[in-house]
């Protein structure tokens, strides 16, 4: 989580190319738009948000959940800037969706990393205890 500028995305192509050479199993990056496809390797999964008209949570929570039912194999779920994505910046939607993919996570071995583009300092405690 931060403003715009603050390295968020660079660190998430970090993570992203490290998962990429060290887990077992299929990942997938959900952006905004195409900007990362010459940035992460061509193996990850990238998906441009923009192709499917995201336009709520509970939208991305269904995505989410048809990927993972069409492919067991996906152990990691990358999402840069969740909150541009979705075009809604309430903060507490946010922290609600980060706790179902959280228990998500949980219940199906999936792994989630994600960016939010807002100042830390908006951060709820029960996003905060998320940060990395």
């Known amino acids: 989580m931060g403003i715009k500028g603050s390295g ?7 993570l992203v190319t490290t998962a990429a050479n060290e887990e077992h199993g299929n990942i997938v990056c ?3 738009d195409q900007a990362l496809m010459y940035s992460i390797p061509y193996s990850i999964r990238l998906i441009s948000a923009s192709h499917y008209n995201f ?3 509970d939208f991305m929570k269904g995505f989410i959940s048809g990927l993972h039912a069409g492919n067991y194999d996906i152990t990691h779920i990358f999402i840069d800037n969740l909150m541009k994505i979705l075009n809604d910046q309430d903060i507490g939607r946010a922290e609600e969706f980060i706790n179902w993919c959280d228990e998500f996570s949980k219940r199906e071995s999936v792994n989630f990393t ?3 583009s ?8 029960g ?6």
Request: charged share 25%; aromatic share 10%.
């Open 8 to 14: 968020k995305t660079k660190k998430l192509i970090d």
């Open 30 to 32: 959900i952006e905004k």
């Open 55 to 57: 336009g709520s949570y």
């Open 114 to 116: 994600m960016t939010l």
């Open 118 to 125: 807002a100042d830390t300092n908006l951060a709820t405690p």
């Open 127 to 132: 996003i905060s205890k998320f940060f990395c």
